[in-house]
């Protein structure tokens, strides 16, 4: 089945440490994100990569960092630096950059203890 | 400017009755207008979108009417089910950037039986 896998489904990590969430997309697509999701607020945009090799910034970038070594995959790490990582993370992708429909992995949920 | 505002918060419809969620948005630039569908512990999933070049569109039960003019979009859904119970989130994005989704905060919407 071709579609966006997130791995792991929970993850918790100690204050100070960083951690790395995987996302994997098997539709070919060009472009992939990384949303950010509190209780009671909408999805943010953390980063973003419309090509290999290359990936930007989104509107909440600061404590995170992303690769794009290769098309299918385009992991995050959340730094010991972001001072609120406990979070629902969320990755998708788009076949192109224009406006074409995001599909979304079924998320990380990140809880610092 | 790049804001989108939804409301309600929550909503609670009867079975079979009509549920209306408002979004208004600032960027007259955006020229793409998706709803998305959450289940708890899920990822979003695309549930119907709209270009500005057309004042309605309707899948099944579910219809977006867009105010252009008024810079307002909402979704309407008709005979709503409890397996509609979700959270619902408005969004809009430039064109070339289809999945740098700006997202509403999100209406959580309970149909009762």
């Known amino acids: 089945d071709g579609g966006i896998t997130q791995s792991p489904k929970y993850l918790f990590r100690k204050e100070g440490q960083n951690v790395t969430l995987s996302c994997e997309q098997n539709l070919n697509h060009d472009a992939m994100y990384w949303y950010r999701q509190d209780p009671g607020q909408g999805l943010r945009l953390i980063y973003y990569?419309?090509?290999?090799?290359?990936?930007q910034k989104g509107d909440i970038a600061e404590g995170y960092s992303v690769s794009r070594e290769k098309k299918e995959s385009f992991p995050l790490t959340v730094t010991s630096a972001q001072k609120n990582p406990t979070a629902f993370y969320l990755c998708a992708s788009t076949l192109e950059t224009t406006n074409t429909e995001a599909f979304f992995g079924q998320g990380t949920r990140l809880t610092v203890v | 400017q790049q804001q989108v505002k939804q409301s309600p918060q929550s909503l609670i419809v009867q079975k079979g009755g009509i549920s209306i969620i408002n979004c208004a948005y600032e960027?007259?630039?955006?020229?793409?207008f998706p709803w998305y569908q959450q289940f708890p512990g899920k990822g979003p999933a695309l549930l119907i979108a709209?270009?500005?070049?057309?004042s309605e569109k309707k899948e099944g039960r579910f219809t977006i009417s867009f105010n252009k003019s008024a810079k307002q979009f909402s979704l309407h859904i008709m005979d709503s089910q409890p397996g509609d119970s979700a959270t619902y989130f408005c969004?809009?994005?430039?064109?070339?950037?289809?999945?740098?989704?700006?997202f509403g905060q999100g209406t959580e919407l309970s149909v009762k039986p």
């Open positions: 960027n007259t630039a955006f020229d793409y």
């Open positions: 709209i270009r500005p070049d057309v």
């Open positions: 990569s419309q090509i290999v090799n290359d990936f």
């Open positions: 969004a809009a994005s430039l064109y070339n950037q289809g999945g740098k989704l700006i």
